[in-house]
């Protein structure tokens, strides 16, 4: 890939910073943008010093004015922890609706490529399984994770407007359930949850009866994903998350058996319209980006449990 700048909203989060870090690496100039709301400049720190970075606090809901070229934007900025989205619905709304126009605005007049960060909850509770590109999803639009799931709608909907529109080059990735080093320790989701838990001799929680499903990704395989798909010229959404399926309960027995914890089970009810199963169909990205993740469950959360000891 010809050495560009690239501005990355979000990219002191626990993605971004990986992309920042991986981007820097291929010698690109980047651009960070973050307002830490739910992120650290410590994900960050050890970039500042890098001749190719820039690193601008800002809110992305407002408009975004920034001198010179720009060849790509990947657009990150996300409350995406559901104890974040819960906590700041409109402010999750806002990023998603306000936050992807400011930044697609930006796109088309700086002749950028832009790649919106989307997700796997535009499927909602899904009645598809696994679930294609293809698939419309089963969303609750006023529900209390409506917040998250229709701002990550509207953010793809308007991306293809801009793409239809505007000819902008565009690129949507939906992810998977993700992890690795940079999550925070009360992110709210399931593996720091649980590894949190574990590493402190807590009761781990687990919400139903762990029966639910879920496809956990190690972060450098996700990120060598978006790598590629921002090289791609492909406009519809592809999938990135790893195929392999595992319960709750499974994932709470792996954590104590690699932290070695003593730590029982607690159940508690489940969360309203909580997914009942996620499993990305990766058939796409394994066509068009000769991509697969290649990190194993076991060894992705023994390299996050230590980073998290």
């Not at 990986?18 to 690496?25: D, G, S, T």
């Not at 819960?86 to 930006?106: D, E, W």
């Not at 781990?204 to 762990?210: P, R």
């Not at 169909?281 to 390299?303: C, F, M, Y």
Request: hydrophobic letters at 35%; glycine letters at 8%; one cysteine or more.
């Amino acid at each position: 890939m010809p050495k560009k700048t690239i501005l990355i909203t979000g990219g002191a989060g626990f993605i971004g910073s990986h992309l920042c870090e991986r981007l820097l690496a291929q010698e690109h100039k980047v651009i960070c943008l973050d307002n830490f709301i739910t992120s650290s400049l410590v994900n960050i720190e050890h970039l500042l010093k890098d001749k190719n970075f820039i690193f601008i606090e800002h809110d992305i809901s407002r408009p975004i004015i920034l001198p010179g070229k720009i060849s790509a934007i990947l657009h990150f900025a996300s409350l995406a922890s559901p104890e974040d989205y819960l906590r700041y619905p409109i402010k999750t709304l806002k990023v998603g609706s306000l936050g992807t126009h400011n930044t697609l605005g930006l796109a088309k007049k700086k002749k950028a490529a832009f790649l919106l960060a989307s997700t796997s909850e535009v499927y909602g509770d899904p009645h598809v399984h696994p679930q294609p590109e293809s698939y419309w999803g089963h969303v609750n639009c006023i529900g209390v994770r409506g917040c998250y799931d229709e701002s990550k709608r509207f953010a793809e909907a308007i991306t293809m407007a801009y793409h239809r529109a505007h000819k902008l080059d565009t690129r949507i990735v939906r992810i998977f359930n993700t992890y690795g080093p940079r999550m925070r320790m009360h992110d709210g989701r399931v593996v720091p949850n649980f590894i949190n838990q574990a590493l402190q001799g807590k009761p781990l929680t687990v919400y139903g009866k762990g029966r639910q499903t879920r496809s956990f990704c190690y972060i450098d395989d996700l990120v060598e994903g978006i790598i590629k798909l921002l090289g791609c010229h492909f406009v519809e959404p592809v999938n990135l998350g790893n195929p392999r399926e595992f319960t709750i309960m499974e994932l709470a027995r792996l954590v104590l058996k690699l932290t070695h914890g003593k730590s029982r089970i607690i159940y508690k009810p489940l969360p309203q319209d909580d997914p009942r199963q996620r499993q990305p169909n990766i058939s796409r990205a394994r066509q068009l980006l000769k991509w697969q993740p290649k990190v194993h469950l076991e060894d992705g959360l023994t390299k996050t449990i230590e980073w998290f000891r």
